[in-house]
């Protein structure tokens, strides 16, 4: 449903960064891959992996730096 939704926005001109569901479902936009289920994500994360480390830096100090930028925040989500 996400999927099909975001081609409908993009195809209406918007651009579609991220959508969510209640079901734990994250779906990134600017892929062209169409899933919330993992598969665009980890594609993100291997991008992400390669900014960081060419910036020389680790992943947790990259994390650090978002905190300390941004702030810590938490995510829960239950049943």
Known sequence: WLGNKALDLEAD????????????????????????????????????????????LSLQAHLEGLYAKYGERLYKQGY
């Open 13 to 56: 001109g918007y651009k579609v960064l991220f959508a969510y569901e209640e079901a734990i479902g994250f779906m990134l936009g600017g892929t062209s891959v169409v899933d919330k289920d993992g598969v665009a994500a980890a594609a993100v994360f291997v991008d992400l992996v390669n900014h960081v480390y060419g910036r020389e």
